[in-house]
C-alpha cells in the first residue's frame, strides 16, 4: 500500500510542477524576469485557463490525499 501511495505521490508531484509552468504569469513576480513581463488584467478568463485552473486544484487535492495517507502508513505501521 506504501509503493502505490508513494508511485502516486511521484506522479502526481511531476503533473503538479507541468501544470504550475503552464499557467500564464501574473505579472510582478519569478514570471517577469524569465520573459513574461506581458501583464494582463483579466487572468484566467479563457476556457483552456479555466479547465487549468481546475486540473492543477484536483491534481493539487490527490497530492495533498497522497502525503495524508503516506503520513498516516508511515505513523501508524506496526
Given amino acids: 500500500m506504501t509503493l502505490l501511495f508513494t508511485i ?3 506522479a502526481s508531484s511531476a503533473i ?3 501544470l504550475v ?4 504569469g501574473r ?3 519569478m514570471s517577469d ?16 485557463e479555466r479547465n487549468l485552473d481546475r486540473l492543477t486544484v484536483g ?4 497530492w495533498f490525499a497522497c502525503v495524508i495517507a503516506l503520513g ?3 505513523a ?3
Avoid: D, P, R
Fill in 8 to 10: 502516486l505521490l511521484m
Fill in 33 to 48: 524576469m524569465f520573459g513574461g513581463g506581458v501583464s494582463s488584467s483579466l487572468g484566467g478568463s479563457s476556457v483552456a
Fill in 59 to 62: 491534481v493539487g487535492a490527490i
Fill in 27 to 29: 505579472g510582478g513576480g
Fill in 16 to 18: 503538479m510542477i507541468l
Fill in 21 to 24: 509552468l503552464l499557467h500564464k
Fill in 72 to 74: 498516516l502508513l508511515y
Fill in 76 to 78: 501508524y505501521q506496526n
